[in-house]
């Protein structure tokens, strides 16, 4: 074999090498490049974790934190947790209805409540009312924040099924999706939900947060 012909056998190995190199990378460069870790709008549907972890080190935080999307284009929030901690997505377009977990509410000093399951280690918050009152407080779970559930612009209250799927206008005072819980892990929280969806149809900044931790915030760009 002369000379030429082994320095052509060369030349095509290294360009075989340099190929497979080059589709390799392509390869984990498209894997990297998924909805949960890129902003682009190529996409009509995005997915945003909502918190995550374990119970030994819980990720309180929204991944992705912002978004930048095109109007119609659709978001779902789902909770990848391995434990039963609930988060919300919850939007408050309207600072005066920004709401609390727990809330007190007036009941009848006759009424009797009945742990679930019959035996169990449950009771309700009660603060006896005064003497001549009928009713005493009791201290609950806030159903518009448990529940999916929209304040529109003339303060019509609309609550939704859980996972629901919702269409944003932009003029709403406040949107919530309810407890989110990890698929399997709702029958810890009865009436929750797993996931979340919006389809945005207004441009506009839309920031929200987790009302059980307020100190997990996002954002949704529209364009």
């Known amino acids: 074999m002369n000379v030429f012909a082994i320095v052509a056998i060369l030349i095509v190995a290294a360009l075989l090498l340099l190929t497979t190199s080059s589709l390799n990378v392509t390869t984990i460069n498209t894997a990297i490049a998924s909805p949960l870790t890129k902003t682009s709008t190529q996409f009509t549907e995005f997915k945003v974790h909502v918190g995550g972890g374990n119970a030994t080190a819980p990720w309180d935080i929204f991944l992705p934190q912002n978004l930048e999307i095109k109007v119609g284009q659709n978001v779902t929030w789902l909770n990848p947790s391995v434990v039963a901690e609930p988060h919300t997505v919850t ?3 309207d600072p005066n209805t920004m709401t609390g977990v727990v ?12 742990p679930l399951p019959p035996g169990s280690n ?11 009152n009928e009713t005493d407080t009791l201290i609950g779970v806030n159903a518009r924040v448990f529940n999916p559930v929209t304040i529109d612009s003339q303060d019509n209250v609309q609550f939704m099924n859980p996972n629901a799927n919702y269409e944003m206008s932009g003029k709403e005072k406040y949107v919530n999706s309810g407890w989110l819980l990890p698929p ?7 009436g929750s939900g797993n996931t979340f969806t919006i389809t945005f ?7 929200y947060l987790c009302l059980l931790h307020p100190w997990m915030t996002g954002s949704v760009v529209v364009k």
């Open 91 to 93: 939007f408050v377009l």
């Open 103 to 114: 809330s007190p509410f007036a009941v009848s000093k006759t009424t009797k409540f009945n």
């Open 122 to 132: 449950n009771e309700p918050i009660l603060i006896p009312g005064e003497s001549g």
């Open 184 to 190: 399997g892990l709702e029958q810890h929280y009865p």
């Open 201 to 207: 149809e207004s441009p506009g900044t839309y920031g």
